[in-house]
T-cell receptor
């Protein structure tokens, strides 16, 4: 079945760039998503990318997709303390399926 | 401006006492989902409604039921909560009928505690 993997923890210093990585197994995935979850809150959609793209930029966020290696990354430029949260990578495995497959989440800690 | 609204934010119930969590949406999306999320884990899909069609995940306990009386509202009923059901419950919506798959939009969740 489909599987999404992420490293569980990442620590960076305020002002540095953060790079959160994700790998997925389903080659039919056509949409890949990044969600942010702050403590006690729901999941907030940050950005998503179609599998026919290899990069998407949105302000401080850059998503890179290597479809050959099934590798997705989220880069946060100029990381701030407010970026501390859990980041979930998710894939939508096929064109008409309703379900997402979530990774385990990466806890980003931003140090002053 | 919340578009997916979950009530209440915090719910406490007693072991074995039925409880209902509610979700409403202003997005008019055709799909609604219920997830269970335990501490430091990814959300786990319990079931979803595609319009009025109910889709249960294979490993969702029978203790969990759902109702969707109309497009805007969806309820999660836990018939006899056990201590293992203490978790955050997340509702999400998605629009799939426009030919372009949209992302899921989440509410802020209801944190359920069992005494």
């Amino acid at each position: 079945g489909e599987d999404v993997e992420q490293s569980l923890f990442l620590s960076v210093r305020e002002g540095d760039s953060s790079v959160i990585n994700c790998t997925y197994t389903d080659s039919s995935s056509t949409y890949l998503y990044w969600y942010k979850q702050e403590p006690g809150a729901g999941l907030q959609l940050l950005t998503y990318i179609f599998s026919n793209m290899d990069m998407k930029q949105d302000q401080r966020l850059t998503v890179l997709l290597n479809k050959k290696d099934k590798h997705l990354s989220l880069r946060i430029a100029d990381t701030q303390t407010g970026d501390s949260a859990i980041y979930f990578c998710a894939e939508s495995p096929d064109n008409y399926g309703q379900n997402f497959v979530f990774g385990p989440g990466t806890r980003l800690s931003v140090l002053p | 401006d919340a578009m997916v609204i979950q009530n209440p934010r915090y719910q406490v119930t007693q072991f074995g006492k039925p409880v209902t969590l509610s979700c409403s949406q202003t997005l008019n999306h055709n799909v609604m989902y219920w997830y269970q999320q335990k501490s430091s884990q990814a959300p786990k899909l319990l079931f979803h409604y595609y319009d009025k069609d109910f889709n249960n995940e294979a490993d969702t306990p029978d203790n969990f039921q759902s109702r969707r009386p109309n497009t805007s509202f969806c309820f999660l009923d836990i018939r006899s909560p056990g201590l293992g059901d203490a978790a955050m419950y997340l509702c999400a919506t998605r629009e799939t009928d426009r030919g372009v798959r949209q992302p899921q939009h989440f509410g802020d969740g209801t944190r359920l505690s069992i005494l």
